[in-house]
């Protein structure tokens, strides 16, 4: 069973800094695409950016020159780093992973527990 560990979330003044962390541990044979989804009060949980296993990106109009999305899959672990922030960006972070693993190598896609980020002054 592959899991996923996410790290980086707090408090932060707008215009500030974060940057989030996951890592996914397990039987793992590959991972494909891996991103970053958000859930804001009263909102529904959208993309905020996605890196395919070839490296390519793409990120959500909102955060486009102020987030960078990248992984190390030696470790098995995607970044997001987050400049700039602002007061509408507060939200809790999930990351979501999908490759082949377990003990069939079969196709799963997992989510993270979440980690709040709070941009406020």
């Known amino acids: 069973q592959v899991q996923l560990v996410e790290s980086g979330g707090g408090s932060v003044q707008p215009g500030g800094s974060l940057r989030l962390s996951c890592a996914a541990s397990g039987i793992i044979f590959s991972i494909d695409a891996m991103a970053w989804y958000r859930q804001g009060p009263g909102k529904e949980r959208e993309l905020v950016a996605k890196i395919t296993g070839g490296d390519s990106t793409n990120y959500a109009d909102a955060v486009k020159g102020r987030f960078t999305i990248s992984r190390d899959n030696a470790k098995n672990t995607v970044y997001m780093e987050m400049n700039s922030l602002k007061p509408e960006d507060t939200a809790v972070y999930y990351c979501?992973?999908?490759?082949?693993?377990?003990?069939?190598?079969?196709?799963?896609?997992?989510w993270g527990q979440g980690t709040l980020v709070t941009v406020s002054s």
């Open positions: 979501n992973v999908a490759g082949k693993g377990g003990p069939w190598w079969s196709d799963f896609e997992v």
